[in-house]
């Protein structure tokens, strides 16, 4: 090998190694694992040829796919929303004026007016909550729609997942 086909394969493995730290910051930003974040940016510091071809194969399409079927089953929700929105939704008149305004921003954040039968609980303590989200998914009959800002896959996640995973009909 010459000097010159050298050269080549130096400032192509440093434009290798600085792609793949170029990566970093959209696994930082990503919504992952900690775990896993950590694990994709170790791969591509530290074997970055290997680690960016992997994470283009594995890493983007886990994600894409994610993303794909979020979108799905959002659209199935809203569909469902729309059918029952106009039908059951609770006249205003009938909402009790106290409850009047966490009902109206409850509407504008869903997209979905109160309807009857629902009842609304505010929480403070943040275990209480927990408690109280846990024990609506064993009570569950036919669903469970559960949104929340952040779940982890720590202690506390692990409780919710598995609730869901103890009731009769999801088995």
Known sequence: ???SAVNIL????????????????????SRRDSAATMSWILTLTFVPIVGFVAYWVFGETRLKRYVRKRRITGR??????ETYRDKRACPEDKIDPKHRNVAQMITKISESPPIPGNAI???IDPDEAAEAMLRAIDAAVHS????????????SGALFRES???RPSAA
Do not use: C, Q
């Open 10 to 29: 130096w400032v192509a493995g440093g434009l290798i190694y600085l792609l793949s730290l170029s990566m970093i910051p959209r696994l930082v930003l």
């Open 76 to 81: 199935a929700v809203a569909l469902r929303h």
């Open 1 to 3: 090998m010459n000097l």
């Open 164 to 166: 869901w995973y103890r």
């Open 121 to 123: 609980r505010l929480f």
């Open 144 to 155: 469970v729609h559960f949104e929340v800002y952040i779940f982890k896959t720590d202690e």
